[in-house]
């Protein structure tokens, strides 16, 4: 038992690429974080790909594949489902009940929000390992003044393009917000705020402008 629990506590390091536990301390009940230790794994992507493996040069998608995936892409730019179409647009800011912006973003908030939660795995946790406060939600509720996003229409001024990569972020802050190091594939660096990126020349529609004075 005792050899397939060390084997588990080894998986999870893993799996976290983030932490490391010294044996020595563990056995004291002591937890030691230090940094994953990039350098002993090369960070050159042909190391890890055989060229003599017999699929090394065949396609990852086949070519009609990427036709279609290329049109839905022209679709999403430019065509009936860009951002900058009006009729799409619409049928975003019109959705119904439980469905619409508002709703969206305060169960997106709730989530986050450490309020009423007490399960460990359900704990959000800033970059210093403490867990967060209610009030760290609040402050992003309030920020964000949710009720302006009732009774929105399209507005052709609200158009936009990205000049510069973008993070995208599931609430408006540059704060990271981590579950448990203790779970595999939690913690640093898996900030859960980081949703994906917004690449230069997408178009985009500007819903909310929101501006934070924030303190150096």
Not at 84 to 113: G, R
Not at 184 to 208: H, S
Request: charged share 20%.
């Amino acid at each position: 038992m005792q050899k397939h629990i060390i084997l588990s506590i080894v998986a999870s390091c893993l799996l976290m690429n983030c932490n490391s536990i010294n044996n020595k301390n563990l056995s004291q009940g002591k937890e030691v974080l230090t940094l994953f230790p990039l350098e002993k794994y090369d960070q050159n992507v042909s190391t890890w790909l055989n060229p003599n493996d017999p699929n090394y040069n065949t396609p990852l998608l086949a070519a009609d594949t990427q036709q279609r995936h290329f049109k839905l892409f022209y679709e999403h730019k430019y065509g009936k489902l860009s951002p900058w179409d009006q009729n799409f647009v619409n049928l975003v800011l019109h959705k119904a009940s439980l469905e619409d912006i508002i709703s969206i973003q305060e169960e997106i908030v709730s989530n986050y929000s450490n309020r009423g939660k007490k399960a460990e795995n359900d704990i959000g946790y800033a970059e210093n390992y403490r867990p967060y406060s209610s009030a760290w939600a609040d402050q992003i509720t309030y920020n964000m003044n949710i009720a302006q996003f009732a009774n929105l229409d399209y507005n052709p001024n609200n158009r936009a393009i990205a000049i510069d990569n973008l993070h995208a972020r599931a609430l408006p802050t540059n704060d990271v917000h981590f579950y448990s190091n203790k779970i595999a594939g939690q913690g640093y660096p898996f900030d859960n705020l980081q949703e994906t990126a917004i690449w230069a020349g997408t178009p985009l529609y500007v819903v909310e402008l929101l501006w934070i004075k924030i303190g150096l």
